[in-house]
């Protein structure tokens, strides 16, 4: 078995259909959206080879700005909820009384798929029968907002479902990071007098936090490219209150049948992703050694 394992011929063999796959769905699209970028391009007859112009283009585009800012908006919010989906956690691995319950309630939204939960929100955010009017009417409120159809609070209704969707992957991500806490640690923190507060600032969150990382990237760049709740509930309206980049992207390419201005704008999402990525690595790089006062 070693000898077959030091064959560098048998380990390439193996490696082989996996390289060829991850070429064929992933950098070699990533080059052609890179290339049709280059052209101007209907998606049916032939392209016009344009250079940088589609890229240039972008600079000037203020709808694309405008959703590069609403995505932009998405990301801040999701990085904010992490910590309420953090403390969420905490208390379900505290062994409270239901813990199990709730777990499992939480990942409900998991579940169910983005046009599912577009068509529950749908329902919560009708101007008319809506629940969440209904609930506001019966309060007192006489004329409760249109949520989805004002554009000062379309952006902000629809960041209630997106965090809600993902809520459960990442309360259960933080769960099982903090399930693997030796209990002893915790143990002699409480003998020397430490409460749950301080075990959970000066023990728990140091011992997490190369997740907290991981989930930072997964909530910020997932942000970044979202697209299909939006795509079902708003379709980026009213008047582009609600569009974000992959969005624009999909009407550009497939509502004006713009492939290459479209193809210019994913890879720049791309880009931008990858940039964000580099940057939150950066600043939570890990020191080669680390003291807890």
Sequence with gaps: ??????????????????????????????????????????GIGAMTFVGLD?????????????SA???LLLAVFSGISLLLYLIVAMVLAARIKGANLFRKIY???MLLSSVAIAQLWLKIYHPTNGVLNSVLESLGFANPPA??????L????????ILWQYAG????????????????????ARMDGANALQIAWKIKLPLVMEVI???IVLAVVGSLKYFDLIFVMTDGGPNGASEVMASYMYHEAFRAYDFGYGSAIGFFLLVICLAVTWVIRKLTASKDTIQYS
């Excluded at 992957?169 to 399930?179: C, M, R, S, T, V």
């Design 1 to 42: 078995m070693d000898k077959v394992l030091s064959n560098k011929k048998i380990i390439a063999l193996y490696v082989l259909p996996s390289l060829l796959l991850i070429l064929a769905i992933v950098y070699i699209p990533i080059v052609l959206t890179a290339y049709y970028g280059l052209n101007e391009w209907n």
């Design 54 to 66: 589609n890229y240039l283009a972008l600079f000037k585009d203020t709808t694309f700005w405008n």
């Design 69 to 71: 800012w609403h995505s």
């Design 107 to 109: 990942l409900i939204p």
């Design 147 to 152: 949520w989805l159809a004002e554009s000062s």
């Design 154 to 161: 379309v952006l902000y209704a629809l960041f209630i479902p």
């Design 169 to 188: 992957f990442y309360i259960l991500i933080y769960y099982a990071a903090l399930k693997n806490i030796p209990a002893s640690l915790e143990e002699a």
């Design 213 to 215: 990382k991981v989930t």
